[in-house]
C-alpha cells in the first residue's frame, strides 16, 4: 500500500521552487523600500541606506530566479515550500538593517521573525528609543505577512482544502473554481486595504499622530502587536485609540471573505457564519471569566480597570498581542484563560493565528459524531456536517492533525524551558503565545533569555504563522527526493 501511495507521490521540482520564490522575493524587495522611505523623511539616512541595500541586493539574487522558464501546473507541496521559504526570506533580509543598530544577530533574527509573523514577541530591552525607519518596518513587516497569510489561505482553501473551503469561500455564482483563486485574493486584498485605511482615519480622529496611527493599524489589521511605546498600548495617551485598535484587530479576526458578503448585502450568509458567532461568543467569554476573576480577586483592580481586562480578553482571543497591563503581573488563573484563548485564535482566512476556530468546530462535531454512532446500527451513515455542508473524510483527518499537533509542539517547545529552570506556567505561557502568533509576554522574552530558547520561540512562531504543514513539507526529505512530475 506504501509503494502504491509513493508511486503517486511527486518531489517538488527546485526550478518551480526557484522561479516562484524569485518572484516573491521581488515583491519583498519592492516592499522593502518603503521604511528606506520613511528613513528618508525621518532623516535617517543609515537606516534608509540599509534597506535600499536589503531591495537592490534581493533584486540582483530574484530577478534572475523569477526568469527561470517552467512548464505544468504548481503543485500543493510546491506552494507550502515556497510559502515557507518565502517567510524565512522575509525574516532574513529584514536582519540587515536592524544590525545596523548595535544588536545581536539572535535578537535581530528574532525580532524580524517576531515581525513576518505577526507575532509581536520582542526581546529588544527598548522599543522608544528606536528610529522612526524601525518601528516603522517592524509594523511594515506585520502588515503586509499578514497580508501574504490571508491571501494564501483563502487561495489554499479554494484549490486545496475542499470543504473547509466551501464554508469560507465567496465566489460568484457562475465563477468557475480554476478561476476563483485569483479572484479570492484580489478581493481580500482589497478587504485589507480597506480595513487598513479606514483604521488610521480612525485612529487620526482619537489624536494620535499620523506616525503613530499608521504603525499601530498597520500592527492591528495583521493581529500583529508591535507598538510604539515600551508599554505597549498603555503608552498612548488616549483611551479611544487603545479600544479603537483592539476593535480593529477584532475585526481582521474575522475571516476577510465575510466582508465581501457584506459588501454585496448578502446579510443572512455573513452574520449567519458559524464561525464568527464563535469569534464572537469565545470573545465574550475570555472577556467575561477575566472580569468575574478581576471582581473576585483580593486584590481587585491590581491588574488594572475593567476596560483593561475587556481590552486584554480581545487580544488575546484575536492573537493581537496588544496589551495596556502587563499579562506577567496576572494571577495563574487569568493566564490559563489566556493560554487557551491564544491556543485557540480567530477564523480561518483572517491574520489571527492560534489553532483556529473553525478546525476546533470540526473536532467538536467529529467528537459529537463518535458518541451518536455509538447509539446507532452498525449500517448506518451520518455525514459529518459544520455550518450545514459536509466535511470530506480527508479534510476531517486533517483538521484533527493540525489540531494534534500544536499542544504537541507546544509540550516539546516547553520542556527546554524547564529545562534552562524557568517558571512552567510563565514557560507555558511565553511557548503558546508564539505558536499562535499572539505576542502577550509572560516576562520571558527579553536580552538575557539564552540563545538556544530563543531559537525555539522562533521556531515556533514560524510553526504557528504557517500552521505546521508548510514547514514539515520543507524539511522531509521526500519532499525534495523522488520522481518528480512534468
Known sequence: MAEGIDTLRHAVRPMVVAKHLGQLGLVIAGLTLAPAVVGLIADEIHMALRFIAVALALALLCTPMARLHTQGQIQANEVLAISALAYILAALAGTWPLLGLGLPFVDVLFETVSGVTTTGLSTLASVESLPQSVLFARAWNQWYGGLGIAVLAVAMLTSYDLSTRRLVETPPADEHLVTTTLGHARRVTRVYLVLTLLGILGLLLTGLSPGEAVIHVLSAVSTGGFATHDGNLAGLPSRSAQILINLLALLCAISLPIYVLLFR??????????????????????????????????????????????????????????????????????????????????????????????????????????????????????????????????????TLMLVLLFPATAFVSWLPFLAWGYAPLESLFEVVSALGTVGLSSGISDPALPAALKAVLCADMLLGRLEFIAVLILVMPATWIGRRGS
Open 265 to 398: 448585502r448578502e446579510w443572512r450568509r455573513a452574520f449567519g457564519d458559524i464561525e464568527l458567532k464563535a469569534l464572537l461568543v469565545a470573545s465574550g467569554s475570555i472577556v467575561a471569566l477575566l472580569l468575574a476573576i478581576g471582581w473576585l480577586s483580593p486584590q481587585h483592580g491590581a491588574h488594572g480597570s475593567a476596560i483593561d481586562l475587556v481590552l486584554l480578553g480581545i487580544s488575546a482571543q484575536t492573537t493581537s498581542g496588544f496589551s495596556t497591563v502587563d499579562p506577567a503581573g496576572l494571577d495563574a488563573i487569568s493566564k490559563g484563560l489566556l493560554i487557551i484563548a491564544m491556543s485557540i485564535g480567530g477564523s480561518v482566512g483572517s491574520t489571527a493565528g492560534g489553532i483556529k476556530l473553525l478546525r476546533l468546530i470540526i473536532v467538536l462535531r467529529l467528537l459529537q459524531l463518535l458518541l451518536r454512532r455509538v447509539a446507532m446500527p452498525a449500517h448506518a451513515v451520518i455525514d459529518l456536517t459544520v455550518g450545514g455542508r459536509k466535511v470530506a473524510n480527508e479534510e476531517a483527518l486533517r
